[in-house]
């Protein structure tokens, strides 16, 4: 099936920081990939949505100068957490978006990146 | 919003039991997501579904669209089956999930 990696799988960072995540669909490309984030014992909670070549399209209440996106092919999406706070400590998940052939979208999920701000 | 909600919220399950998770969701929708997370956090898509009934080794995922209301079965049971196991129901734009149902399967 398809993959989807992430890079890094862990990052522990000092308060203050910025943290890139990159996300790559590796055998399809993908017009869209969203960004999860996941709290412990929580849901997933979509933060946005990524289209290959536009701006992303933020959820309610997610800080789009904290959190930028850039959807800069259609394999690669980043994920930048700008002037980390300990509250951004969080498991980040993206997906990728392929439509199945004739048929509705396929979601194929990245392996998640757990942040640690200290 | 869609709400999505999953039952049981926790299950624990001898090895070799058959087991099942139920989804039920609130407004119509394009397509059904079954994922499995590990305790890493590495998630898996195990089915999408859309209508009927799919299968794939020892899971079957069911649907009924009028009822608004999956189920992920689990034939014969095995420790490493133990993982959050996740209803996510695709809407217009993206994703709306459950809060997963942890399992535990013993020896």
């Known amino acids: 099936g398809a993959v989807v990696s992430q890079h890094p799988s862990r990052v522990i960072c000092k308060s203050g920081t910025s943290v890139k995540i990159e996300c790559r669909s590796l055998?399809?490309?993908?017009?869209?990939m969203f960004w999860y984030r996941q709290f412990p014992k929580q849901s997933l909670m979509l933060m946005a949505t990524?289209?290959?070549?536009?701006?992303?399209?933020?959820e309610q209440g997610v800080e789009k100068d904290k959190f930028l996106i850039n959807h800069a092919s259609l394999t690669l999406s980043t994920l930048t957490v700008t002037s980390a706070h300990p509250e951004d400590s969080s498991f980040y998940i993206c997906?990728?978006?392929?439509?199945?052939?004739?048929?509705?979208?396929?979601?194929?999920f990245g392996p998640g990146t757990r942040l640690t701000v200290t | 919003k869609n709400e999505v909600e999953q039952s049981p919220q926790n299950l624990t399950a001898q090895e070799g039991e058959f087991i099942t998770i139920n989804c039920s969701y609130s407004?119509?929708?394009?397509?059904l997501h079954w994922l499995q997370q590990h305790p890493g956090g590495g998630i898996v898509s195990l089915f999408m579904?859309?209508?009927g009934k799919k299968k794939h080794g020892r899971l079957i995922a069911t649907i009924n669209i009028q009822e608004k209301h999956s189920s992920l079965h689990i034939t014969a049971s095995h420790p490493r089956d133990s993982a959050v196991y996740i209803c996510?129901?695709?809407?217009?734009?993206?994703?709306?999930f459950g809060k997963g149902t942890s399992l535990l399967v013993t020896p």
């Open positions: 997906s990728a978006q392929s439509r199945g052939s004739g048929g509705p979208y396929e979601q194929y």
């Open positions: 055998d399809f490309q993908a017009t869209t």
């Open positions: 990524s289209n290959e070549g536009s701006k992303a399209t933020y």
């Open positions: 407004v119509g929708i394009s397509a």
């Open positions: 579904l859309s209508s």
């Open positions: 996510a129901v695709e809407g217009t734009r993206s994703l709306n």
